[in-house]
């Protein structure tokens, strides 16, 4: 027996089973059972219970579980939730269960057992920096089961779902967490809900401009020119994430392709992410997802729905979503649509693993391909010293893959793409040769700024490259490419560019943000709060140098110093209008980055510091 609980059961449909009711109580368990409306969170904390099973359903029972989550007065309690929505398991990775109908009993036992073995009722603590045993342990855990690859570049991520999941089972040490991990990976489904909080990253439609030109110009022509008498077209798109990815390419083939609607043509998406996979399957997305989408997309694509924008029924019907693991999932296999493939999208996937996964991935989809198939992957990626089996393909200022099939000419951007004699409007018409004319350095500048912030990284190294050879001395450039050798982890040329900028200008502020970042990343923690200190000094409405310091200052313990600067990044970004990427963030958005530092803010509030 286990000391007894108070549990405080919310079934506003009345739902559950009442025997679950009794047989708590006849392990002890002070049970109360509120029907009805929904309470408050006020309500719930006047009840001072030590566990609460609650019966949600999308909307307003999700609200309220988000709600206890972040109350001051409730985010200390242990939350069970219970559901005839089995798909609503990974929109609730902050709770300590979820229990679909009809509920396991014994399961529903051992949730109570568990959490009356430890101390509950207090707030919950700070996660520990991610030392690096654990590090290592959780690094070897990961590769085994998914593939995924956690280093010290990308530790943070890995820290920040391991401490949600910690939070959410109110387990207090990395030790503890992975005894659960291992125990629970798949009776509960555990592996998958960490995988939910590791892997989700920002997109947006048609992103990877070039690309998408490929597509339209080059590689759609060629694979109909192919695929004529059997009139059928494959495409995966494998690592789909919330689905800007699979439905572009869908609205591409609908915009320039009409004579594919007699085709069968089938996109395959996949994912290792439930979560993300739920909202692709929704279709609603906010305006930012949209910032580089055409008028006409826009317009013929998408149907405003309350304050955001959903896919149309066009796209949807092209698209079948689906779960994939990558590293042990099946494939190529006839039956779940990754055999025969034509065009393989696998943009921004091979980051998260290391190199001997990423060539079994590649070996894998060699196989998943057609001959002649089509590989595309994101722009900082490469198959150099991964595969022997692809060429590359040059069009505009990207490239692509092809897999080598020696009966296929492979060509460049000069050679013209197979003809369509049925679709002559598809094809660009050839423009009348021109001059050539050098852009000038601040036009330059600007396409290279924003190239970087798209991530094409190769497109941006080039047109740095070109600057320079026109202005040796001009500074934007030669920070740009710091960063960019940072990126590279080349970082020895990287504090060249840096010493070369400053010996111009003494007075640029990113330059200084990059020599700490580049100090940061080689845990060199004194040199890299010096030279962010520096940074600030110059610009004190710099996000990203607050931000890091507040990083560097819980790695060394000094709570104060970290709250003082995630309260400086707060305002900042509360203060700022528009809802643009923050320079130098990874990619991120003023929403989403809102969202992670007022989540960490909550867990200094809970935990004041004590020096």
């Avoid at 921004?348 to 079994?360: D, L, P, S």
């Avoid at 100090?519 to 890299?528: G, I, V």
């Avoid at 509360?574 to 809802?579: F, I, L, P, S, V």
């Avoid at 990874?586 to 980055?593: D, E, I, N, P």
Wanted: with cysteine; glycine share 6%; charged share 25%.
């Amino acid at each position: 027996m286990h000391q007894p609980l108070n549990i405080l059961i919310l079934d506003p449909q009345q739902r559950l089973d009442p025997s679950l009711t009794e047989l708590l109580r006849e392990k002890g368990d002070q049970v109360k059972v509120l029907t009805g409306r929904l309470p408050t969170p006020a309500l719930i904390a006047s009840h001072a219970p030590d566990l609460v099973l609650a019966e949600v359903a999308s909307g307003s029972g999700l609200d309220l579980i988000a709600a206890l989550q972040f109350k001051p007065t409730t985010r200390h309690i242990p939350i069970i939730a219970a559901s005839v929505q089995a798909e609503l398991e990974y929109e609730l990775l902050d709770v300590f269960d979820f229990l679909t109908h009809p509920i396991d009993r014994q399961r529903l036992v051992d949730d109570v057992t568990l959490i009356a073995r430890a101390r509950r009722g207090q707030n919950p603590t700070i996660c520990d920096l991610l030392g690096e045993a654990d590090l290592e342990r959780f690094q070897a855990f990961l590769v085994q089961h998914s593939g995924l690859h956690f280093d010290q570049g990308n530790s943070k991520i890995l820290e920040r779902g391991l401490c949600r999941r910690m939070r959410a089972l109110h387990l207090e040490s990395y030790g503890g967490y992975f005894s659960y991990l291992e125990r629970f990976q798949d009776s509960r489904q555990e592996l998958k809900k960490l995988l939910g909080l590791l892997t989700v990253g920002e997109t947006f439609f048609f992103r990877y401009r070039s690309h998408f030109e490929a597509l339209q110009h080059r590689v759609i022509p060629e694979l109909m020119e192919r695929n004529r008498l059997q009139r059928r077209l494959r495409i995966w798109s494998a690592g789909c994430s919330t689905g800007e990815e699979p439905y572009s390419i869908a609205m591409l083939l609908l915009e320039h392709f009409p004579e594919l609607a007699h085709w069968q043509v089938e996109i395959l998406a996949t994912d290792i992410n439930y979560q993300a996979l739920r909202r692709a399957r929704e279709g609603l997305y906010r305006e930012r997802a949209l910032r580089v989408t055409e008028a006409g997309y826009r317009n013929r694509y998408f149907i405003p729905q309350n304050g955001r924008l959903a896919v149309g029924p066009a796209p949807r019907k092209l698209v079948r979503f689906g779960y994939l693991n990558l590293q042990t999932g099946r494939y190529p296999a006839p039956d779940n649509g990754t055999a025969e493939v034509d065009l393989l999208f696998c943009r921004n996937v091979m980051i998260y693993f290391r190199q001997e996964t990423n060539q079994r991935i590649i070996e894998r989809v060699s196989r998943c391909l057609r001959p002649g198939g089509f590989l595309f992957l994101g722009h900082a990626e490469t198959l150099q010293n991964l595969s022997e089996q692809f060429l590359p393909v040059h069009y505009r200022s990207g490239f692509y893959y092809l897999l080598h099939n020696e009966s296929l000419a492979v060509r460049d951007e000069e050679s013209p793409p197979a003809p369509v004699p049925t679709m002559p409007a598809v094809l660009p018409e050839t423009p009348s040769p021109q001059p050539f004319v050098e852009p000038e350095v601040e036009d330059l500048s600007e396409q290279a700024r924003q190239a970087f912030e798209r991530e094409e990284f190769a497109v941006a190294e080039k047109t740095f490259a070109r600057i320079l050879e026109q202005q040796h001395d001009q500074v934007q450039a030669l920070v740009g490419m710091g960063f960019i050798r940072a990126n590279q982890e080349r970082y020895a040329e990287a504090l060249d560019y840096c010493e070369r900028a400053l010996g111009i200008n003494d007075l640029l502020a990113e330059a200084y943000f990059l020599r700490g970042l580049i100090f940061e990343l080689q845990e060199a923690w004194a040199d890299s709060v010096e030279e962010y200190r520096k940074t600030l000094l110059l610009d004190l409405d710099f996000v990203m140098p607050h931000y890091n310091l507040c990083r560097i200052y819980q790695r060394l313990g000094r709570p104060k110093e970290a709250r003082r600067e995630l309260n400086n990044t707060l305002r900042l970004l509360e203060q700022a209008q528009d809802e643009s990427v923050i320079p130098h963030s990874g990619g991120v958005s003023r929403a989403v980055f809102l969202e992670i530092c007022r989540e960490d803010a909550s867990l200094l509030e809970a935990n004041p510091p004590t020096q």
